[in-house]
Structures are given as structure tokens and as C-alpha cells.
């Protein structure tokens, strides 16, 4: 609960009217495809949904799906905080709301659950706001401008935000960018999920400040020719998801994730870590081979075939 008397922007003249209600619907996503390190992202199509309802006081949750028992109901929800930041950002304030999620992202396993719940609850905040009509909803930049700055990388957050991949990059420490890609339509895509989680501040502490110069001039060619291999030519995909710069680094912390990356690629198939695991994301032109789904249940891993999902949407 809170004490305030509106929630949102302070001092907020315009102020949502109770019983205004919406229900978006937000992608997951895969990062880094490879080499592309905070730069590369995919939308995919395991959905969450985020519904909010405008009350008259407080904020209260009600949370269905992955990690229901894992998280906070109240005000401290990731979800919430995002609303709540939506309203400021557009300038409107409401006496209080209620926030429903029902989540099917898997969570900490490299699919960007915690991305998809920000911008969830800014495009649910942004969806009020345009329903309302007294005020501009937010358009898909400040939507990636905004959930980028709670994720502090743009990749995840603007796939979810723009649907299909996306590459991004940022200015500094707080002004984020990023530009959609069409991908090739022969593309086809698999999810590697574990069981198990990871932590993704984990994974990122073991990073090393510096590379050899040879690892970074590889990875940049190879992060390019990602590009290519998504939009124009998947023949690429093998060598475009080959990866010096944080794969190898994490592999100790990834035991399990690293066997099955290597397998796979072992047998031909463009695997890579999914963000900063312990999920494996495949692309090819072919799904995922009998033998090579047996052997990723055999490291403990389900395949799941995923398509490459478009943005963040309202659907009511």
C-alpha cells in the first residue's frame, strides 16, 4: 500500500478515472545472439501478460504463472515500479490500481523475464494513458528509453518493446537506442531451457574489463555478418553466432550450458548462451533435429520451438 494520495507524476493535473482498465500482452526475449554483447536482441514468442485497473487507492497484485511465489505483492513489484513510471513519464497520476501478471517467461534463464515485466508495465501504463485521451500515450522510444534504464542495457528491453530483432547501442550511461530488423523469413528458432537459473549479475561479474584486440576485431565481424545472417543470408548463421567475447569467459559458471552449446554446434547447429543463460537459444532454417533434442533432455534441457514474435501489443 501507499500513502500518497495519487500515484504517478507528481502534481499530475491529469488524473485516470477509476474503473479504466487494460491488459497488454509482452514477448520474451533472447540477447546477445553470439557475439553481438549487449547489442543484439530477439523477440520470441513466449508471452506474458500484464493487466491494470485503475482503483481508488493503493496498489495491489495479483501475480499466475512462473515465479508466483517468488515475488513481491505490493508496490515493490517489478511490474508495479514500472507503472508507476509510466504514469510519470506521461505526466498522469491515478488514486491507486490493480496489477494481474500471468507469466509463462521462464524466469532468470537468459529469456528476459525481468525486460518483458518493465515493459510491461510501461506499455500498460502508456495503453491507460491512451485510453483515457487527455494525454499522448509513449511512443516505442521512450518505451525503450525508459525500460532500458531499469535494465541498464537496451538489448532484452528492445526486443520486447519493437518485436523481432532488434540491434541497439546507447549513448553513455542513460540515453538508449535501438533499430528493428527484418528477420529472414526461413529463420527458425529454438529454446534450450534448463531447469535450473542463473543470476544475471552473476554471470556478468566474470567478465573481464579488456580482450585481445584479436577477440574483439573477431567479434565485431562476426556481429556484423549477424546482421546479414538474420535479415538477408541465414547461411551465415553458423559462423555469424560465434562468440570471444563473453561465452568462453562464463563457461565455468555455465557448466551444463556450455557442454550443450558445444554439442550442438559440434553437429552443425548455430547455438549460442541466451543472454547470460543458462537458456541456449538455436537459429537455423530447419527445426531442431530428433537426435539433438534427445541429447539437449539428456543435459537436462527442453527444446522449445519458439517463432520470432512481434512487439509488445494491447490486446484489450
Known amino acids: 500500500m501507499t500513502t500518497r494520495t495519487t500515484i504517478g507524476a507528481p502534481d499530475a493535473k491529469c488524473i485516470l478515472a477509476q474503473g479504466l482498465s487494460v491488459r497488454v500482452r509482452v514477448p520474451g526475449s533472447s540477447a546477445n545472439l ?110 525503450v528509453q525508459l525500460s532500458s534504464e531499469f535494465e541498464g542495457h537496451p538489448d532484452n528491453a528492445a526486443a520486447s518493446v519493437l518485436g523481432s530483432a532488434v540491434v541497439t547501442w546507447s549513448h553513455g550511461h542513460d540515453a538508449y537506442y535501438a533499430r528493428r530488423l527484418s528477420v529472414h523469413p526461413s529463420i527458425v528458432v529454438t529454446a534450450c531451457v534448463p531447469q535450473f537459473e542463473s543470476s544475471t549479475e552473476a554471470t556478468r561479474g566474470v567478465l573481464p574489463d579488456s580482450v585481445p584486440r584479436k577477440d574483439a576485431v573477431f567479434n565485431v565481424s562476426r556481429a556484423a555478418l549477424g546482421v546479414v545472417a538474420l535479415t538477408a543470408d541465414p547461411d551465415c548463421l553458423f559462423d555469424a553466432t560465434q562468440d570471444r567475447l563473453h561465452q568462453d569467459y562464463r563457461a565455468e559458471a555455465l557448466p551444463d550450458t556450455t557442454r550443450l552449446v558445444k554439442a550442438l554446434r559440434d553437429a552443425g547447429c548455430a547455438a549460442t548462451v541466451s543472454g547470460a543463460g543458462p537458456s541456449v537459444l538455436v537459429l537455423g532454417t530447419a527445426p531442431l533435429g530428433a537426435p539433438e533434442v534427445a541429447l539437449a533432455a539428456e543435459l537436462g534441457f527442453t527444446a522449445i520451438p519458439v517463432d520470432v514474435a512481434g512487439g509488445v501489443e494491447v490486446i484489450s
Open 34 to 143: 553470439g557475439p553481438g554483447f549487449d547489442c543484439l536482441g530477439l523477440a520470441l514468442s513466449i508471452y506474458d501478460e500484464v493487466a491494470v485497473t485503475v482503483t481508488d487507492g493503493g496498489i495491489t497484485v495479483a501475480v499466475a504463472g512462473e515465479a508466483a511465489d517468488q515475488v513481491p505483492l505490493d508496490e515493490r513489484h517489478l511490474v508495479a515500479r514500472a507503472v508507476v513510471r509510466g504514469f510519470e513519464a506521461a505526466g498522469v497520476a491515478v488514486p491507486g490500481f490493480h496489477l494481474e501478471t500471468r507469466n509463462a517467461i521462464p524466469h532468470s534463464r537468459g529469456l528476459g523475464s525481468s525486460a518483458a515485466a518493465v515493459v510491461g508495465g510501461l506499455a500498460a501504463a502508456s495503453a491507460l494513458v491512451a485510453a483515457d485521451g487527455r494525454r499522448a500515450a509513449l511512443d516505442a522510444e521512450t518505451l
